[in-house]
């Protein structure tokens, strides 16, 4: 059982950053790999970052690449996405997602509600 939900979202300057947590409630959170999604208005939703289970294998989206770094406590059962140098662009709802594997991460069983980044010039 996994049940997602996501915190940290909210109004920031442009080059400012945010840090995005997404809670697991369940507990099976270090059997999944994570990743971090998101979608604006009249846009698809579109992958950001990735993780593996263990932590130790990531990806990312072209357009956040060093810029924004994803993370896992599992003693937690949290996943992190910290956003640096943020964009106008950048602007979406951000969710989160549990996969069986990096190579299905496009492959989500499970979402939270998501939260609001808004980025302003």
């Known amino acids: 059982q996994v049940q997602l939900v996501e915190s940290g979202g909210g109004l920031v300057q442009a080059g400012g950053s945010l840090r995005l947590s997404c809670t697991d409630s369940?507990?099976?959170?270090?059997?999944?790999?994570m990743g971090w999604f998101r979608q604006a208005p009249g846009k698809e939703r579109e992958f950001v970052a990735g993780i593996n289970w263990r932590g130790d294998s990531k990806k990312y989206v072209d357009s956040v690449k060093g810029r924004f770094t994803i993370s896992r406590d599992n003693v937690k059962n949290t996943v992190y996405l910290q956003m640096s140098r943020l964009e106008p662009e950048d602007t979406a709802r951000y969710y989160c997602?549990?996969?069986?594997?990096?190579?299905?991460?496009?492959?989500?069983?499970?979402w939270g509600p998501g939260t609001q980044v808004t980025v302003s010039s």
């Open positions: 997602a549990a996969a069986l594997s990096m190579s299905t991460i496009m492959q989500q069983i499970s």
């Open positions: 369940g507990r099976t959170f270090s059997d999944y790999a």
